[in-house]
């Protein structure tokens, strides 16, 4: 059964980091382009940073340029989010997702996604 499972979540304070990680069980990302989305209380979900299957391509929500970084290990079967210099608007719970894609550009385009993990919730707050 495909499965994501997102987890290093928690409660920070401004100007803190944290690494949100990706598991994929029952197939491997190779052929997967992933997304980080999130949705914070009463506002749509969001594209926050994508990247291609080869990793060659990644993709930022212009909130988050300089302070998010997206990557993956294949091997692993995993992807990270890290997370610096967090804000109080970073709030929210924070989604992996999947396509079997290996197009070239990274595209943060939710409908684009087939498969999601559960969230993970990241509260930036003193």
């Known amino acids: 059964q495909l499965q994501l499972v997102e987890s290093g979540g928690g409660l920070v304070q401004p100007g803190g980091s944290l690494r949100l990680s990706c598991a994929a069980s029952?197939?491997?990302?190779?052929?997967?382009?992933i997304g980080w989305f999130r949705q914070a209380p009463g506002k749509e979900r969001e594209g926050v940073s994508c990247i291609s299957s080869s990793g060659g391509s990644t993709n930022y929500a212009d909130s988050v340029k300089g302070r998010f970084t997206i990557s993956r290990d294949n091997a692993k079967n995993t992807v990270y989010l890290q997370m610096n210099s967090l804000k109080p608007d970073d709030t929210g719970v924070y989604y992996c997702?999947?396509?079997?894609?290996?197009?070239?550009?990274?595209?943060?385009?939710?409908?684009?996604?087939?498969?999601w993990g559960q969230g993970t919730q990241v509260t930036v707050s003193s």
């Open positions: 029952g197939f491997t990302l190779d052929y997967y382009a």
């Open positions: 997702a999947a396509v079997r894609f290996t197009g070239v550009q990274a595209m943060c385009i939710t409908a684009m996604y087939r498969y």
